[in-house]
């Protein structure tokens, strides 16, 4: 939630009283008709969060056991698109009056609401702001939740640098799940946003979302609200027509929120499908304001970069591991640098860095060294570096005029798309040979696995 809490924090009785002990209150963040925010800090580990405290609900002691079971288990998700619940519980020290808390991170910035309120966003931050938001949901559905109430306030931004990429983190995920939704507890806010089916009795499914999802980013784009009015009127409007997704709207977003909207179900797009529509909708858009040279580009790669996004390690510090990879570059094909780069649409994150001293972790996609096997899907050896065009601007060679030649080998995972590459550089011109390069490539292999491995350790996490 956000940090912006406006007066000291002090002790609170309105706690439930099994957290009582631990935290201590301040500023309401928000109130609901169902819940309240409070600013908060959390005295054993000495960091702000904010405590969602939700209204007194009577249930029996069975259905107490699942919500606190079903609490525990959504306090276990983690991904970057998602806001952090640190903890969750039914806090049952008044029988009569049981009532469900929520422990989350705070984060810096405002809601998705609140910053419409100063007009909608550019197209090109919208596709950015949906694919982590999708990325976030598709990461909930995968654990058998669904959201149920996606909608701007529900859309926490991080603006700190909305010139070059607005973030966004959802909240309140699997809430409903916990809490019991029933058609008739829909307010202005949420109605505005549900689904066809949830309007004529259905139950919502994850599709329910996506279409939810993609009133959103309409919305961010256009800076209306699509069914605005009462409950009623907002829920049936959209039985009576589509949404309308102006002709101003850039072509390769606007087709993406078209196959969100789709009244049926079963005709929407996946999660994943949105993911890569907007991923190449960034990629066109980077393209025309000329920020992206389409000779860096691939076949397939909006998959690519959404690829690259799977094992959320682009926006990490530097790995450990990946670093002992360099290292054994260094080792084993005799050169002072080794690098593991992962590459994003537009950026090149640099994960590890080995003789490099002071290289920016982050550098233009033009600029980067390891374009060249990314887009290619196969090692490479440039003798001269200096005196290939491809490479000549690339900032590490700028900042040290000594490194003269280069071999790359792509990163490329299961399904055959290439997320990054290691690198080496050396002080002379040098030709790498076929088995230097089968060596790099080898290595590449062990960062791959290594990556789907921690991906794969977290789902088990998350399913045990």
Excluded at 28 to 35: H, K, P, Q, T
Excluded at 181 to 199: D, M, N, S, W
Aim: charged share 25%.
């Amino acid at each position: 939630m956000s940090q912006d809490a406006t007066r000291p924090i002090s002790t609170d009785q309105r706690l439930p009283a099994a957290l009582a002990d631990r935290y201590v209150i301040g500023s309401v963040l928000g109130r609901g008709g169902a819940s309240t925010v409070y600013a908060a800090r959390d005295l054993l580990l000495g960091r702000e969060v904010a405590i969602k405290v939700f209204t007194e609900r009577a249930v029996s002691a069975d259905e107490l056991r699942v919500q606190q079971a079903e609490a525990q288990l959504v306090a276990r998700l983690s991904h970057h698109a998602l806001v952090t619940l640190l903890d969750a519980g039914v806090d049952a020290s008044e029988p009569a009056s049981p009532r469900i808390y929520l422990v989350m991170e705070r984060t810096p910035g405002v809601d998705l609401r609140e910053r419409l309120r100063s007009g909608p966003l550019p197209a090109k931050q919208v596709a950015y702001l949906g694919f982590d938001l999708a990325d976030g949901l598709h990461h909930v559905h995968e654990h058998g939740y669904l959201h149920r109430d996606v909608k701007p306030a529900n859309v926490l931004l991080d603006l700190r640098n909305e010139e070059v990429r607005v973030r966004g983190k959802l909240t309140d995920f699997g809430i409903s799940s916990i809490i019991g939704t029933e058609q008739g507890e829909f307010t202005t806010g949420t109605a505005a946003y549900l689904g066809p089916e949830q309007v004529e009795g259905e139950d919502a499914v994850p599709a329910t979302d996506v279409y939810s999802l993609g009133l959103v980013l309409l919305e961010a784009v256009t800076g209306r609200v699509e069914y605005p009015g009462t409950v009623f009127e907002s829920a049936a409007a959209r039985l009576d027509r589509d949404p309308v997704v102006p002709d101003s709207v850039p072509a390769g977003v606007a087709t993406v929120l078209r196959g969100m909207l789709r009244r049926r179900p079963e005709e929407r797009l996946t999660l994943p499908e949105v993911s890569v529509g907007l991923q190449n909708a960034l990629i066109d858009e980077l393209v025309r304001e000329r920020a992206l040279d389409p000779a860096l580009l691939g076949a397939d790669e909006g998959a690519r970069a959404t690829a690259a996004h799977r094992f959320d390690v682009l926006g990490d510090a530097p790995d450990e591991a990946f670093d002992r990879v360099a290292h054994l570059a260094t080792r084993l094909l005799r050169v002072p640098a080794a690098f593991v780069s992962l590459v994003d649409a537009d950026r090149k994150v640099i994960k590890a860095a080995r003789g490099l001293g002071g290289s920016r972790m982050e550098v233009a996609r033009s600029e980067a060294l390891c374009a060249i096997p990314v887009r290619t899907g196969r090692p490479v050896s440039i003798r001269d570096v200096r005196a290939d065009p491809r490479t000549a601007s690339n900032p590490i060679l700028v900042a040290d005029p000594g490194l003269a030649s280069y071999a790359g080998a792509p990163l490329i995972t299961h399904d055959g798309l290439s997320i990054g590459a290691l690198g080496v550089l050396d002080r002379v011109q040098r030709d790498f040979d076929e088995d230097e390069l089968d060596d790099l490539a080898q290595l590449a292999v062990v960062i791959v696995r290594e990556l789907e491995l921690r991906l794969a350790a977290r789902r088990v996490a998350l399913r045990g």
